[in-house]
């Protein structure tokens, strides 16, 4: 089993910053991905960016150029700049192995972009 706990959400006014944290414990020899994935009310969760074990980081095209997703070891950190309206959700850390056989999830951190 892995264990995830996120830090780091919170409520900022549009156009501002915050960063994520999320650092994994237990079977961590298995994790190849991990990234952030965000559920707002109604909608069905999404993903916002992954970071694979070598640091290749894939993006939504919602956050592109306003998110940035890195990662050290067992840690994996989400910088969101420019933060509009549209992205207040629940944000969920989440780890995999390889080929998604197993996936874990955090139990998410809640973003508010309110001025």
């Given amino acids: 089993q892995v264990q995830l706990v996120e830090s780091g959400g919170g409520l900022v006014q549009p156009g501002g910053s915050l960063e ?5 414990s237990g079977k961590t020899f298995i994790i190849a ?16 960016a ?8 894939t993006y939504a095209d919602a956050v592109k150029g306003r998110f940035t997703i890195a990662r050290n070891g067992t840690q994996v950190f989400l910088i ?3 933060l509009k309206p549209e992205d207040p959700a629940v ?12 996936q ?5 951190t809640q973003v508010t972009v309110s001025s």
């Fill in 91 to 102: 944000y969920y850390c989440t780890a995999a192995s390889q080929k998604v056989v197993y």
């Fill in 20 to 24: 994520l944290s999320c650092v994994a």
């Fill in 80 to 82: 969101m700049n420019s």
């Fill in 104 to 108: 874990y999830w955090g139990p998410g």
């Fill in 50 to 57: 992954i970071i694979t074990s070598g640091g290749l980081p």
């Fill in 33 to 48: 991905e991990m990234g952030w994935y965000r559920q707002a009310p109604g909608k069905q969760r999404e993903l916002v």
